[in-house]
């Protein structure tokens, strides 16, 4: 079993930063696609960043280009979400999830991923 949680969330004023950290158990971090989610109230949870296994490879949906940065750090079992110059826009619920097939790739689709975190608030204001 694998388990995932998300911290890092919090109330911030546009233009703000913060640094979301997903810690993962398990011995096979190394081999985990990973990624963020993010759901806003009333909106269908929508992809925002994945990162492979080897963090070679990041993506990012367009409205976070530029201002959100996906990493991971294998020997602690852990990957971040950098988040700068934030939007009210941006407020939603982040959740990380990972995926365990030890594929080299970046995934886009929630279905692709096996496990999942709580979540953490995010909240922007204007």
């Known amino acids: 079993q694998v388990q995932l949680v998300e911290s890092g969330g919090g109330l911030v004023q546009a233009g703000g930063s913060l640094r979301l950290s997903c810690a993962v158990s398990?011995?096979?971090?190394?081999?985990?696609?990973m990624g963020w989610f993010r759901q806003a109230p009333g909106k269908e949870r929508e992809f925002a960043a994945a990162?492979?296994?080897?963090?070679?490879?990041?993506y990012y949906v367009d409205s976070v280009k530029g201002r959100f940065t996906i990493s991971r750090d294998n020997a602690k079992n852990t990957v971040y979400l950098q988040m700068n110059s934030l939007k009210p826009e941006d407020t939603a619920v982040y959740y990380c999830?990972?995926?365990?097939?030890?594929?080299?790739?970046?995934?886009?689709?929630?279905?692709?991923?096996?496990?999942w975190g709580q979540g953490t608030q995010v909240t922007v204001s204007s």
């Open positions: 398990g011995r096979t971090f190394s081999l985990y696609a």
């Open positions: 999830a990972a995926d365990i097939r030890s594929r080299e790739y970046v995934l886009l689709d929630h279905r692709e991923y096996d496990y």
């Open positions: 990162i492979s296994r080897s963090g070679a490879n990041t």
